[in-house]
């Protein structure tokens, strides 16, 4: 299917709901899940769930949802999560692609790697403008999900979206002492910079990060550092600041 004919399938309302539903889980969604998420009925949901996935833009699977195996332990439900291949339109046709990777492979074979981090670190700083540091994980939450790095808390329950989230970080950051510095940490799961990253990973986790430190500012009480891990989409992480911990 072409690109633009499976980013149509998002024009149904109900569909489009329930694919930024399970995109923003980060795992695998069975049907009455989703259903309920978005408030249709289960066979509803599970004819616009298909739909999303004959586009390509989910991916399906089977598994038992109770946790158990054996007799008793019910028949595998049907699963979904955001499939990996990226979907985009452009009118008129546009290759920004095979530009930023020309000049990513120009930029790491003549080592200007520090040259670029300072670029990027400049364009945090002037996209943030003569607004403060980001003052803490909420505002923190909001930038990085209006660039498109779908933040999400590790380890808190039923995040759903940015506006859950922050409240996660406010129920995290009451709880004195309770969560530690692992209730502080934001990761995101999508990477704008994936198709160039992907091929020249040091040199353009490197920009990320010094974009982030631009953005969010060096003086705040949040910072970004690199934390690869298996799976993730970015390694960089948005934490509180040690330093700004009393």
């Known amino acids: 299917m072409k690109d633009i004919d499976a980013i149509a399938v998002l024009q149904d309302p109900v569909r489009r709901r329930l694919y930024e539903y399970v995109a923003a889980q980060g795992r695998e969604v069975g049907r009455n899940e989703a259903a309920e998420a978005v408030g249709v009925a289960r066979t509803l949901a599970a004819h616009h769930l298909d739909r999303l996935t004959e586009a390509g833009l989910l991916e399906s699977g089977s598994r038992r949802l109770t946790g158990r195996s054996g007799p008793g332990a019910g028949r595998p439900a049907k699963v979904?999560?955001?499939?990996?291949?990226?979907?985009?339109?452009?009118?008129?046709?546009?290759?920004?692609?095979?530009?930023?990777?020309?000049?990513?492979?120009?930029?790491?074979?003549?080592?200007?790697?520090?040259?670029?981090?300072?670029?990027?670190?400049?364009?945090?700083?002037?996209?943030?403008?003569?607004?403060?540091?980001?003052?803490?994980?909420?505002?923190?939450?909001?930038?990085?999900?209006?660039?498109?790095?779908?933040?999400?808390?590790?380890?808190?329950?039923?995040?759903?979206?940015?506006?859950?989230?922050?409240?996660?970080?406010?129920?995290?950051?009451?709880?004195?002492?309770?969560?530690?510095?692992?209730?502080?940490?934001?990761?995101?799961?999508?990477?704008?910079?994936?198709?160039?990253?992907?091929?020249?990973?040091?040199?353009?986790?490197?920009m990320n990060l010094a974009l982030l430190e631009g953005l969010l500012g060096a003086d705040g009480p949040v910072r970004a550092r690199m934390d690869a891990r298996p799976g993730e989409c970015c390694c960089v992480v948005v934490e509180t600041s040690k330093n700004n911990i009393h």
């Open 80 to 206: 979904y999560t955001r499939a990996r291949a990226e979907r985009s339109v452009s009118l008129p046709a546009r290759d920004y692609r095979t530009a930023a990777e020309l000049l990513a492979e120009a930029a790491e074979q003549a080592g200007l790697d520090a040259g670029l981090c300072a670029a990027a670190r400049r364009r945090g700083e002037a996209l943030r403008g003569s607004a403060a540091p980001c003052g803490g994980l909420e505002e923190a939450m909001e930038m990085l999900a209006a660039r498109g790095y779908e933040p999400h808390l590790e380890g808190v329950e039923g995040v759903e979206g940015v506006q859950d989230a922050t409240e996660g970080v406010r129920d995290a950051e009451g709880a004195e002492g309770a969560t530690g510095e692992a209730g502080r940490v934001v990761r995101m799961r999508n990477c704008p910079f994936h198709a160039v990253a992907e091929r020249f990973p040091p040199l353009v986790c490197g």
